[in-house]
């Protein structure tokens, strides 16, 4: 009982700048970025804009919250952008093949049980096997897109009308639906990763696997939920795709599995796990997502965006790498 004591609270965190510091700045950050952007372009500054920038980062958003559940473990998960493909083509190829409101239903359904099944492959091999993240989730992500291009060899298909309302409708024609829903996700988890044993022994993981089994965490289980978990979540994003493009295509996620770490490094969570917080992620992928809206009214190059997320990406790392040295002082 005394080892749990004392080992708690170096991965709860008591200290405000422990935790906090970077959640903060990266929130004051998107904040001010979001008010000098509606200063400078009158275009950016419309009620319609606010909320296409919601909805454009919303999966991004969902995907990054299973990408930030796994580096607090101090993993990592390459196969998430597969995974969006794979559920987009597979809800798409549902709802094409029934075009009732049944079939809708049951593609919500099977799809999100196919994104949990997915997590739960890599999720084996890295906690039961004990084989390196990385080289799995790379392993694993072919295996999904090989899965999705048997599904859908070229894009299209088609969703169910009501499906598609859902996701598109907006309150007061202005604040949309994948609002409430981001809020709702990250409220849950906030609560997940900060008042519950599992979020503990997540945090507790990411920050010293061995003193994690000293202290009695079953860490093969945590990692095996965390990586189930982020699959999940993954198919939460491909589902909003499928009624965001109204179709079914395997290149899709191609872009979320860098812009899901970027999101999560740039929103705080350090890549040697333990710290960070679902509302800093969430800003994260609004920022990418704003980096992009910002280098395209200024009709910068594609391939310059490229240059320009990377860049995003390595200073966050950088800034993180810093935070890690000040810690261990």
Same mark, same amino acid.
Request: charged share 5%.
């Given at each position: 009982m005394n080892k749990k004591k004392t080992a708690l609270p170096r991965f709860r965190g008591a200290d405000f700048s422990y935790r906090y510091f970077h959640q903060c700045f990266i929130i004051?950050?998107?904040?001010?970025?979001?008010?000098?952007?509606?200063?400078?372009?009158?275009?950016?500054?419309?009620?319609?804009? +606010?909320?296409?920038?919601?909805?454009?980062? +919303?999966?991004?958003?969902? *995907?990054?919250?299973?990408?930030?559940?796994?580096?607090? =473990?101090?993993?990592?998960?390459?196969?998430?952008?597969?995974?969006?493909?794979? =559920?987009?083509?597979?809800?798409? +190829?549902?709802?094409?093949?029934?075009?009732?409101?049944?079939?809708? $239903?049951?593609?919500?359904?099977?799809?999100?049980?196919?994104?949990? &099944?997915?997590? $739960? &492959?890599?999720?084996?091999? *890295?906690? #039961?096997?004990?084989?390196?993240?990385?080289?799995?989730?790379?392993? =694993?992500?072919?295996?999904?897109?090989?899965?999705?291009?048997?599904?859908?060899? =070229?894009?299209?298909?088609?969703?169910?009308?009501? +499906? #598609?309302?859902?996701?598109?409708?907006? &309150?007061? #024609?202005?604040?949309? $639906?994948?609002?409430? &829903?981001?809020?709702?996700?990250?409220?849950?988890?906030?609560?997940?990763?900060? #008042?519950?044993?599992?979020?503990k022994s997540l945090r507790a993981v990411g920050g010293n696997e061995s003193a994690a089994y000293g202290t009695g965490v079953n860490v093969p289980k945590i990692k095996f939920l965390a990586y189930t978990l982020c699959g999940f979540l993954c198919a939460v994003g491909g589902l909003y795709l499928s009624a965001r493009t109204s179709s079914g295509d395997t290149s899709i996620g191609n872009t979320y599995t860098v812009y899901s770490i970027s999101a999560t490094v740039v929103g705080g969570t350090l890549m040697t796990g333990a710290v960070g917080e679902a509302y800093g992620t969430a800003c994260g992928a609004i920022i990418i997502y704003l980096v992009n809206s910002v280098l395209n009214m200024l009709n910068i190059s594609t391939y310059y965006q490229y240059a320009c997320q990377g860049a995003v990406l390595i200073f966050a790392l950088m800034v993180g790498s810093y935070e890690t040295r000040h810690r261990e002082r």
């Open positions: 004051a950050f998107t904040v001010i970025a979001i008010v000098i952007m509606s200063i400078i372009s009158d275009s950016f500054r419309t009620v319609y804009n +606010y909320g296409n920038l919601m909805c454009s980062a +919303y999966a991004l958003m969902m *995907v990054a919250f299973g990408q930030f559940l796994v580096i607090l =473990t101090g993993g990592i998960d390459i196969s998430v952008g597969m995974m969006v493909s794979l =559920t987009n083509c597979l809800s798409v +190829y549902i709802m094409t093949a029934m075009p009732t409101a049944t079939g809708a $239903m049951l593609a919500v359904i099977i799809t999100l049980v196919a994104g949990l &099944l997915c997590g $739960m &492959l890599n999720g084996l091999f *890295v906690a #039961k096997f004990r084989l390196p993240a990385i080289i799995v989730t790379i392993a =694993t992500s072919t295996i999904f897109k090989g899965i999705a291009l048997i599904l859908m060899p =070229t894009p299209g298909g088609t969703v169910h009308s009501a +499906y #598609k309302s859902f996701f598109n409708w907006k &309150l007061a #024609k202005a604040v949309p $639906m994948s609002f409430f &829903l981001a809020v709702i996700f990250i409220v849950l988890l906030v609560f997940l990763t900060n #008042k519950t044993s599992f979020g």
